[in-house]
C-alpha cells in the first residue's frame, strides 16, 4: 500500500490576469521506506505541490492520501504523521537547542518526559549533545540544518519532506546528512520525499526519481533507469533530455559547520 498517492492533484491560481494552473494533475504514488527525489526546473510546480503535500496549501484539484489520511479531509491526522523540514528554519535566536527542540516535542503532545528524552536522543544522533545549551543564534550555517532536521524527526513521522536540505553545505556536511537520510530509512523504515537541485545528491541518494515540469510528471524512474532510457552517461544530461531546461542555479558556497 502507498504511504503517499495523488490522483490529479492540481492547484490553480486565481490572479489579475486569469487563472494560473501550477500543478495540472499530479499522479504519484511512494511506496514505505521509499526515498523519492522530486526533481523539476524553476516554476515546475514542485513547490506548490509539496506544499500541497504538506497542507500548507490546499488543492483546487483530484485528491491525494498522505500515511493513510485524506489530505483535504484530514489535514490534522497527516500533519501528525509527517515531519516537514522546509529551505529555511523558523527557530527563535533567543532560545537555546534544547528549549527548542522541547517546546516543538510539545506541541506534537509529546509529554515533558517524552520530549526531554526525545530530544536527547536526537541531539546523540545528529551531533547536537554538545550545542543543546547554546542559543540557536549562535549557530553556523551546518549546526543550524541539523537542528532543522531534528525538529522534524521529533514526533517519528512515517513520512519526511526535505525540502532542498543541503542547498549552501560543505561537502562534508552534505555527506553526513546522506547518511542520515540512509538510516532514517534503513534503520526506521521512515519515508523521504527529497526535492533538491543538486543532481548528484538525487542521483546518489534517491531509491527513484519523479521529474516535473510545466505543472504535471513527465519522467519517472530509478536514477539508472533515467539514465538509460535516455542514454545518458549522467544525471544532468537526462534531466535536460527530459525538461530541456536544466536544474535553477544553486548557491555553491560552503556553509561553515
Known amino acids: 500500500m502507498a504511504i503517499i498517492s495523488t ?36 516554476g515546475a510546480g514542485k513547490t506548490t505541490t509539496l506544499r500541497m ?9 483530484g485528491a491525494a492520501t498522505v500515511a493513510g489520511h485524506n489530505l483535504v479531509a484530514d489535514p490534522a491526522a497527516v500533519r501528525q504523521k509527517i515531519g516537514y523540514v522546509a529551505q529555511s528554519g523558523g527557530v527563535d535566536p533567543s ?8 517546546a516543538q516535542a510539545r506541541l506534537y503532545r509529546l509529554t515533558k518526559a517524552e ?6 536522543e536526537l541531539a546523540r544522533d545528529l551531533g547536537l549533545t554538545e550545542l543543546l545549551e547554546r542559543r540557536t543564534a549562535a549557530l553556523s550555517g551546518g549546526q543550524r540544518r541539523r537542528l532543522d532536521i531534528a525538529m522534524g ?27 542520515l537520510v540512509r538510516r532514517l530509512r534503513d534503520d526506521h523504515g521512515t ?19 519523479v521529474v516535473v515540469d510545466e505543472g504535471a510528471v513527465v519522467a ?6 533515467l539514465k538509460e532510457r535516455h ?15 536544466g536544474p535553477a542555479p544553486v548557491d555553491t558556497a560552503p556553509v561553515a559547520v
Do not use: K, M
Open 7 to 42: 490522483a490529479g492533484l492540481a492547484r490553480t491560481f486565481q490572479t489579475r490576469n486569469g487563472p494560473v494552473a501550477a500543478v495540472r494533475g499530479i499522479d504519484l504514488t511512494v511506496a514505505p521506506g521509499e526515498i523519492l527525489g522530486f526533481l523539476g526546473p524553476n
Open 53 to 61: 503535500l504538506t497542507t500548507l496549501l490546499a488543492p483546487t484539484g
Open 95 to 102: 532560545e537555546t537547542v534544547r528549549s527548542e527542540l522541547i
Open 115 to 120: 520530549a526531554a528524552a526525545r530530544t536527547e
Open 153 to 179: 524527526l521529533l514526533h517519528r513521522p512515517a513520512v519526511l519532506f526535505l525540502d532542498e536540505p543541503t542547498t549552501g553545505l560543505d561537502p562534508g556536511s552534505r555527506a553526513d546528512l546522506w547518511a
Open 191 to 209: 519515508t523521504v520525499f527529497l526535492t533538491t537541485h543538486y543532481l548528484d545528491e538525487a542521483d546518489a541518494l534517491a531509491d527513484r526519481l
Open 220 to 225: 519517472d524512474g530509478a536514477p539508472a533507469e
Open 231 to 245: 542514454g545518458c552517461d549522467t544525471l544532468q544530461d537526462a534531466f535536460l533530455a527530459i525538461t530541456g531546461r
